[in-house]
């Protein structure tokens, strides 16, 4: 949440800049800023509220070869062109992503010393720090600066006359990109894409220095350390639209490769995963948002498989419950960023408490894999829509070859086959897929229900927050069986019910609901993979009718299903799917 990206090199900064902002939005788009030294040393600013096109007629104006930049979403100060990044004191221009706890007494203080302070963020209370404490050298003024400062940082400074960024880390992602004369800094990997071959992670407490020439990074002390310098296997074309009119419809499109590689990367790690399952008398599923949808269904296949005591648990609720972990616990840590501060801290308290850490991400070299006994890969590549699609889909297919593996089923089993063999399944299903109809009724509706009944249930879940989060139309997930304890009060005529039907066994049970909505002059979608129940309700309700396939592997098919009618839907009303309105991905603030 917040992108920040810096340049130093011969090109034009101020492009640079601009173009990895672009790349960054999907962590946060309600303004834009950025700062750059021109040739005579002095820094020019702009800042805007809006996204970050509202940079673009001032990039060609803006001469220089080192700069910084910051895409924002709003935590302290509502979004405005003061508010914006950077911020600056004294010839001090800074860019932060995170969270400042302390900055309420900070700049009492600050304000007792004589500093004066023109917008409403946290932020700005770092630029005034670091020009106070500037006696002569940069990275000595950031160090002293940080070790006043409590919460998250990603930060990156610059100095008037001074031709580098330095730049410090404390919770919040920050990566360093080599170039060939040239060197980068941003929060996330799409910002350096294609633009250099390797990249370093920095850690808690590091430091760096980046220039043209070099990049030095040191420790929390300023001694110099190195960290690991890994390939960049992302290239700019990996981003691309490829001819689709959103991220969103594009990553949809990508679910069967994606469970496709999460299936091969799993290979490498069957083993070791074997190791940090003995002793294992209990799991739990820690997530948020989507993720902690497919914690759901990690649950019931743990359950199913293996008979094992599983729970999933929301990560910020988890936090401060003060749970209970006995010997043999094994937590999930489910989280397509693996920098969610919520699932993040969840994870640090089970693991003081002797939890076993599994993390299940999409980003392998993230914060969460330093807290995790093992990284379970989930192989979505570059995920930029704000609303989770493919991901969902990489941890499901991750969560099931877990279970086979807890109940010690291996590539020869035929659980695993059948994963293997869903793929071109998955194709035929986005193929032929038709919610138009469906997305039309939503679109004019006052609230649409999902329900359904095991898998179709936690399926239900996901349907409804991606419809909520991307059309901004209300409405809720229920288990079919909770309709008639209150929820059938909210039916009428204009509301939607999407009853999804793939349990052979659960069938008429959920046909009930059905026929309860019905009598109630509610509208009726089912999604089904059952032609019995297909053709029983075809002519009273919109029946969108899918493959059949197993009932485990069934949230792989209906997933793409409720993903396909949020989309639907979102474009139908106008909506901007990839950027919904007051979000952001990586949620990096708890
Ligand atoms: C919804 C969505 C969010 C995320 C949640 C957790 O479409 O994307 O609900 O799932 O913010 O994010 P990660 O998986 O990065 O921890």
Request: glycine letters at 10%; hydrophobic letters at 40%.
């Amino acid at each position: 949440m917040c992108g920040i990206t810096g340049y130093a090199g011969g090109g034009n900064a101020a492009e640079q800049v601009f173009e990895g902002l672009k790349r960054l939005e999907y962590r946060g788009y309600d303004s834009a800023g950025m700062a750059i030294i021109k040739p005579s040393g002095e820094v020019s600013v702009v800042k805007k509220q809006g996204k970050v096109d509202v940079l673009k007629p001032y990039v060609a104006d803006m001469r220089g070869a080192i700069g910084m930049g910051h895409t924002r979403w709003a935590t302290h100060g509502k979004p405005s062109d003061i508010n914006a990044h950077p911020h600056f004191a004294g010839g001090i221009y800074v860019v932060h992503n995170g969270i400042i706890e302390n900055y309420a007494e900070l700049r009492q203080q600050l304000q007792s010393a004589g500093e004066t302070f023109i917008s409403e963020t946290d932020s700005e209370v770092i630029a005034h720090l670091i020009k106070l404490n500037y006696g002569g050298n940069l990275l000595v003024a950031l160090r002293t600066t940080v070790k006043m400062l409590k919460g998250s940082y990603a930060l990156m400074v610059i100095r008037e006359g001074e031709p580098q960024i330095a730049v410090a880390k404390r919770r919040s992602s920050l990566i360093l990109g080599y170039g060939d004369g040239e060197n980068f800094c941003a929060s996330d990997r799409p910002a350096l894409a294609g633009k250099c071959k390797r990249v370093s992670i920095l850690e808690d407490g590091d430091f760096a220095l980046i220039t043209a020439q070099k990049i030095e990074i040191f420790d929390e002390n300023l001694n110099p350390v190195n960290r690991p310098k890994i390939e960049n296997t992302l290239t700019s074309e990996k981003l691309d639209l490829h001819g689709c009119p959103h991220y969103m419809l594009k990553e949809l499109r990508e679910v069967p490769q994606t469970v496709k590689n999460t299936y091969s990367s799993f290979a490498g790690i069957g083993e070791k995963l074997k190791e940090v399952f003995k002793g294992t008398k209990r799991v739990i599923f820690l997530g948020c948002g989507t993720a902690y949808h497919a914690g759901l269904i990690g649950k019931k296949y743990f359950e199913a498989f293996a008979r094992v005591p599983a729970e999933a648990e929301n990560a910020g609720e988890f936090r401060y419950k003060n749970p209970v972990i006995t010997k043999g616990t094994v937590v999930f840590a489910v989280t397509q960023s693996g920098e969610t501060a919520d699932t993040i801290e969840a994870v640090i308290l089970a693991k003081s408490l002797g939890a076993k850490v599994i993390a299940v991400t999409n980003v392998i070299h993230s914060a969460i894999s330093r807290h995790a006994d093992i990284v379970v890969p989930v192989s979505a590549g570059a995920e930029i829509c704000v609303a989770a699609t493919k991901s969902y889909a990489g941890q499901i297919a991750a969560l099931y070859l877990c279970a086979l593996t807890f109940a010690g089923k291996d590539a020869s089993s035929k659980e695993y086959k059948q994963l293997d063999a869903l793929c071109p399944v998955l194709e035929n299903t986005l193929k032929e897929i038709n919610v138009y109809t469906l997305a039309h009724m939503c679109a004019c509706s006052n609230g649409v229900y999902f329900l359904g009944r095991g898998f179709d249930y936690a399926v239900a879940l996901e349907g409804s927050l991606k419809l909520k989060e991307v059309s901004y139309i209300a409405g809720e997930g229920y288990p079919a069986g909770e309709l008639k304890h209150g929820t059938l009060a909210l039916i009428d005529g204009n509301t939607v019910s999407v009853v999804l039907i793939t349990d052979e066994e659960l069938a008429s049970k959920s046909v009930s609901a059905v026929e309860q909505v019905l009598s109630r002059g509610g509208k009726v979608a089912v999604i089904t993979c059952l032609p019995a129940v297909a053709k029983a309700l075809k002519n009273k309700a919109e029946v969108i009718s899918l493959p059949g396939c197993n009932k485990f592997l069934s949230p792989l098919v209906t997933a793409i299903a409720v993903q396909e009618l949020a989309y639907r839907t979102a474009v139908i009303l106008g909506r901007d799917p990839d950027k919904p309105r007051n979000l952001a991905k990586s949620v990096t603030v708890e």
